[in-house]
Each structure stands twice: as structure tokens, then as C-alpha cells.
């Protein structure tokens, strides 16, 4: 059973940085999709950034040049760092993890909620004005 379990989340004020982790238990997939999602409240949960076997990373457009996604295999943990924070960054971070689709062009990730099939917990990050 693969377990993961975010931290590194909490409050920090306009323009100021955190880096979450994602710690990874019991990994089985061979080739897999890691990503981070955020629900603010009262919104859909969004993908944030996602990672893949290859360590090809791709990032929603809001974060780019903010937010990196990156891991530390000999670790099984899983980082996004987050610079130049804005208030609309607020918001339950979650982590996740599934296996890479397949089509004629090769293995790749999206940043569709049905790909993963496993969620931590959440972390709250919570930016202020």
C-alpha cells in the first residue's frame, strides 16, 4: 500500500517562499507520475505540477517561474518550492502519485485528477497580503 505524507506547508506573507515535501512509503510503480494539486476553498482542485519517470516536469501556467517540482529518488520524497508566493497561492496542497500513460509517442503525465490513483493528506499553505 503506497502511502504519502506531505509537510512544509504554513503561513507566510506576499512575496516569501516554502518548499513542501512529500515523503513516499511503500512504492511500487516501475514508471510513474508524481504531482502536486491545490484546492483553495470553494474551488476545483487543480494540478499544480507534475513529474515523470524521467524526471520531466511540467507546471501550470499561474506557478511557472515560481514553483519548481523536483525529487530525490534515494529519498522517495517528493519537493515543489514555491518562490514569490501571492495570496492566491492559499491553499490545501496535496501530493499524489500514478502510473504513466502510454501512447505511440512514448510514456508521459498530465495533470488529470483520474491519472492518480494515490493522495496524501494535504498540507496548508496560506499566503498573506
Known amino acids: 500500500q503506497v502511502q504519502l505524507v506531505e509537510f512544509g506547508g504554513g503561513s507566510v506573507q506576499s512575496g516569501g517562499s516554502l518548499r513542501l515535501s512529500c515523503a513516499a512509503f511503500?512504492?511500487?510503480?516501475?514508471?510513474?507520475?508524481m504531482g502536486w494539486f491545490r484546492q483553495a476553498p470553494g474551488k476545483d482542485r487543480e494540478g499544480v505540477a507534475v513529474?515523470?519517470?524521467?524526471?520531466?516536469?511540467s507546471h501550470t501556467d499561474s506557478v511557472k517561474g515560481r514553483f519548481t517540482i523536483s525529487q530525490d529518488n534515494a529519498k522517495n520524497t517528493l519537493y515543489l518550492q514555491m518562490n514569490s508566493l501571492k495570496p492566491e497561492d492559499t491553499a490545501m496542497y496535496y501530493c499524489?502519485?500514478?502510473?504513466?500513460?502510454?501512447?505511440?509517442?512514448?510514456?508521459?503525465?498530465?495533470?488529470?485528477?483520474?491519472?492518480?490513483?494515490?493522495w496524501g493528506q494535504g498540507t496548508q499553505v496560506t499566503v498573506s497580503s
Open positions: 511503500g512504492y511500487t510503480y516501475s514508471r510513474y507520475c
Open positions: 513529474i515523470d519517470s524521467n524526471r520531466r516536469t
Open positions: 499524489a502519485t500514478g502510473p504513466e500513460l502510454y501512447s505511440s509517442g512514448g510514456y508521459y503525465c498530465t495533470p488529470s485528477e483520474t491519472l492518480y490513483n494515490y
